[in-house]
T-cell receptor, first 115, second 109 residues
Framework: NAGVMQNPRHLVRRRGQEARLRCSPM?????VYWYRQLPEEGLKFMVY????????ESGMPKERFSAEFPKEGPSILRIQQVVRGDSAAYFC?????????????FGSGTQLSVL | RKEVEQDPGPFNVPEGATVAFNCTYS??????FFWYRQDCRKEPKLLMS???SGNEDGRFTAQLNRASQYISLLIRDSKLSDSATYLC??????????FGGGTRLMVKP
């Protein structure tokens, strides 16, 4: 049973380009969470999604960032017109039902570097 | 005030030492508590859940004090492989995890 899969592992973009980060949750998991970790900082919640629904996007910047989790395929975190401050590690986690006390399983992350 | 606060360290200890990390959280309605371990910018991995009654897993003991909103992790007989960043994590309503900034541990030979 494969774990949470994120790709690409490393992504390099120039300022102004778009970044697309993909996350395939564990088999049977329908809840996905995205976290961002800036250099020398802790993980910060960005967005929580279920299939075809955004449940909580309170941690997502209002501009340039969007996320989706379609009925088929991986969850996508999209960053438009990237800036240097977007350079960070982006981690995705999944859980089966989103219930309280449920453990989250993390992917290996995507390291985004903006030149 | 941060929602979950930890001393960033680093804690430098010799092999075999006992070391304790503390964490405080501000949301009294928090429901679940965890310690995660993170190595060198890799993904966080669940170390253990934390219960009010205290729980132990080998050399690791976690404790929760709801009245003081305080969580602790004790590591006995430290190994070189314990060197990592330890993240205090709180789960609130809506199943969101809030991470502390982490405490860095360096175990030296």
């Amino acid at each position: 049973n494969a774990g949470v899969m994120q790709n690409p592992r490393h992504l390099v973009r120039r300022r102004g380009q778009e970044a697309r980060l993909r996350c395939s949750p564990m088999k049977g998991h329908s809840h996905v969470y995205w976290y961002r970790q800036l250099p020398e900082e802790g993980l910060k919640f960005m967005v929580y999604l279920q299939k075809e629904n955004i449940i909580d996007e309170s941690g997502m910047p209002k501009e340039r960032f969007s996320a989706e989790f379609p009925k088929e395929g991986p969850s996508i975190l999209r960053i438009q017109q990237v800036v240097r401050g977007d350079s960070a590690a982006y981690f995705c986690a999944s859980s089966p039902t989103g219930g309280a006390r449920e453990k989250l399983f993390f992917g290996s992350g995507t390291q985004l570097s903006v030149l | 005030r941060k929602e979950v606060e930890q001393d960033p360290g680093p804690f430098n200890v010799p092999e075999g030492a006992t070391v304790a990390f503390n964490c405080t959280y501000s949301n009294s309605a928090s429901q679940s508590f965890f310690w995660y371990r993170q190595d060198c910018r890799k993904e966080p991995k669940l170390l253990m859940s934390v219960y009010s009654s205290g729980n132990e897993d080998g050399r690791f003991t976690a404790q929760l004090n709801r009245a003081s909103q305080y969580i602790s992790l004790l590591i006995r007989d430290s190994k070189l492989s314990d060197s990592a960043t330890y993240l205090c994590v709180v789960m609130n309503a809506g199943n969101m995890l809030t991470f502390g900034g982490g405490t860095r541990l360096m175990v030296k030979p």
